[in-house]
């Protein structure tokens, strides 16, 4: 399977060197480039990505408009992943609340960047789970006591697959630790992103840190 990506940034010199990391692996391309969120839903109509490497911080349309706007209108989008200079900025969390699966620093190793990719087409694990719990204790700190969003009809096993997602552990993981097969996992993870209106894992611990069901440790 070749991974399609396309890159958003309003810097030539980050596109070029995101460039030659994708291109550089046999399983991914670049299909598209962009310089601002605005040219984002044209280019993804065209050349169908499979993943968005969007800069989270441009001068006309910034990512996480460009991104809440590829969720709500695209039937099947792309997974996007927002690149950002600064691991707690608001800009990211926002755009992770809004649908992206995760996020990136320009200053990533390489290695780090591919990984990301992979895993978010994957879907099995949440992509730096630890960092976005340190962004939503940051937020909830901001924000004072969570909101709740009402009560979620969870069963008592899906609470527990939704507390191990937030850990990061893939199904597989999930399914050891529980002494489940893995596509009985599957089955509540799909439950869960159903009941809490998610998109997919990293929308859904975004849901369950903000309305209390998980608390983030600082």
Do not use: C, W
């Amino acid at each position: 399977m070749n991974i399609g990506v396309l890159l958003v940034d309003d810097e030539e010199l980050i596109r070029a060197g995101l460039r030659a990391i994708v291109d550089s692996e046999p399983d991914l391309s670049v299909v598209g480039e962009a310089a601002d969120g605005a040219e984002v839903p044209g280019l993804v109509a065209r050349v169908h990505p499979d993943v968005v490497l969007m800069d989270v911080r441009m001068p006309s349309v910034d990512g996480i408009r460009a991104t809440e706007h590829l969720v709500s209108t695209v039937d099947s989008p792309p997974k996007v992943v927002v690149v950002t200079t600064f691991e707690n900025d608001d800009y990211v969390y926002d755009a992770l609340r809004v649908g992206a699966s995760g996020f990136l620093l320009k200053r990533a190793r390489p290695e780090e960047i591919i990984a990301a990719i992979r895993t978010v087409v994957s879907g099995d694990s949440l992509l730096f789970p630890a960092a976005i719990r340190r962004l939503a204790a940051a937020r909830q700190a901001k924000a004072g006591a969570p909101k709740r969003l009402g009560a979620v009809p969870l069963t008592e096993r899906e609470a527990e697959v939704l507390r191990l997602v937030a850990t990061g552990l893939s199904n597989v993981e999930i399914a050891e630790k529980l002494f489940l097969g893995v596509q009985t996992v599957k089955t509540h993870v799909g439950n869960i992103l159903a009941k809490l209106g998610a998109r997919d894992r990293t929308q859904a611990v975004i849901k369950a840190y903000e309305s209390g069901f998980i608390t983030p440790s600082t």
